[in-house]
């Protein structure tokens, strides 16, 4: 999967921290996760819609 195009970016939510996710959501039907402390390492590709369904399930922090 070609994932060089990717704009990876971190929640405003995590501050400073490097304890994190990283997503890309600007691939065609895809969404990439990373870990932010290792950002050469593996990424779980999503589609898009199954991507929407689990962010619309999280509970919202207040």
Do not use: I
Request: hydrophobic share 40%.
């Amino acid at each position: 999967m070609e994932l060089s195009g990717a704009r990876w970016r971190r929640s405003s939510r995590s501050g400073q921290s490097n304890d994190c996710v990283e997503v890309a959501t600007n691939l065609p039907g895809l969404v990439g996760v990373r870990d932010s402390k290792d950002p050469a390492g593996a990424v779980l590709c999503f589609g898009a819609y199954n991507w929407r369904v689990f962010v619309a399930a999280l509970p919202q922090r207040r």
